[in-house]
């Protein structure tokens, strides 16, 4: 049986390198085949979302996924719209969903929301972000694009720039390089350096320095990895104002980088990357939002086949 088999996808913290090789594996197969033999994968399956937090890829990356693999999608992306606005707790929501459909995705503002979910529902949840918590499926999409890109993970050298406090995508990837031997730089404003409740959690699994200048260490990353500074996460505007637009990547930055250094973002972007930097073959955040696509693809087929694809 596969592993992967109606399991839930809380944490990337759930998944050791081997695990993670072959959902790649899969994502490869599913880059190849054909899209007639991909749609057998998901045929008559049905995806059941509910969005409690506003998303463009992640919710339209798990539409095409099922859609490209032969399944259908329904769900909730306003909640505003649903009985959620006439006091219908998440608990009901969840349980109703999981009648409809075979996976739930899940997005949400507070953190467990997905493991209470996973609890509630008899069919396998797939957390979608879960408030400053985890997106394990973007770390996934993240650790495979920097193995398409640089061929393989050991021994680079990561910069993460931004919003290490409340970006959650920044937790899963940074998790998720635990299993491979990589050297990170960590470079945000100070008052939004990684949670300390989380440092010791993230010490265990790799070596990293912080530093608020993104210079200091620009010539020797491999990837630079940026965040948006998550406005909506602060507790008053003011403090916000404060680092707004601390980092703006740009030409001039590319120009001190490493000729081949990969810069990837998990968008939405707001100012941290400048559009002339789009064009440059450094820029691989559409390719990653590509890829979000087939490794989200891979998963659904996973989890929802019991032996494979
Ligand atoms: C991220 C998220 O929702 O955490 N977006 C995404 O899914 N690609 C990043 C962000 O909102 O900044």
Excluded: W
């Excluded at 349980?95 to 509630?120: P, W």
């Excluded at 400053?132 to 193995?147: G, M, N, R, S, W």
């Excluded at 210079?215 to 707004?244: A, C, H, M, S």
Aim: hydrophobic content about 35%; proline content about 3%.
């Amino acid at each position: 049986m596969n592993e992967f088999y109606q399991k839930d996808i809380i944490s990337i913290k759930d998944f050791n390198q081997e695990q993670l090789e072959k959902i790649f594996a899969s994502t490869n197969k599913i880059i190849s085949l054909n899209p007639s033999n991909r749609r057998e994968i998901c045929q008559g399956k049905t995806l059941g979302y509910l969005f409690y937090e506003p998303s463009t890829r992640t919710r339209l990356s798990f539409d095409a996924a099922m859609a490209s693999i032969g399944g259908n999608s329904l769900g909730i992306s306003d909640i505003s719209s649903s009985s959620t606005q006439k006091g219908e707790s998440l608990a009901d929501t969840v349980e109703i969903m999981s009648i409809y459909s075979d996976v739930l995705v899940l997005r949400h503002t507070l953190d467990g929301s997905s493991r209470f979910a996973a609890e509630v529902s008899d069919k396998p949840v797939i957390n979608a972000g879960s408030g400053t918590e985890e997106h394990p499926t973007q770390a996934i999409q993240d650790l495979f694009t920097i193995k398409k890109e640089k061929k393989k993970i050991d021994g680079l050298k990561i910069g993460i720039v931004g919003d290490l406090k409340y970006g959650r995508t920044v937790y899963s990837l940074l998790y998720g390089l635990g299993n491979y031997d990589v050297a990170v730089h960590l470079i945000s404003p100070e008052s939004l350096r990684i949670r300390s409740d989380s440092v010791y959690e993230i010490k265990k699994r790799l070596d990293f320095t912080e530093s608020t200048n993104i210079e200091e260490y620009i010539d020797e990353l491999d990837v630079l990895y940026v965040t948006r500074i998550q406005k909506e996460r602060f507790p008053d505007e003011e403090e916000y104002l404060k680092v707004k637009g601390s980092y703006i990547v740009g030409l001039d930055l590319l120009k001190k980088m490493k000729d081949d250094c990969t810069i990837m973002h998990p968008l939405p972007r707001i100012d941290e990357i400048s559009p002339e930097v789009d064009k440059t073959k450094n820029a691989k955040y559409f390719k990653q939002a590509e890829y979000g696509k087939y490794t989200r693809a891979s998963l659904l087929g996973l989890t929802l086949n019991e032996n494979g694809f």
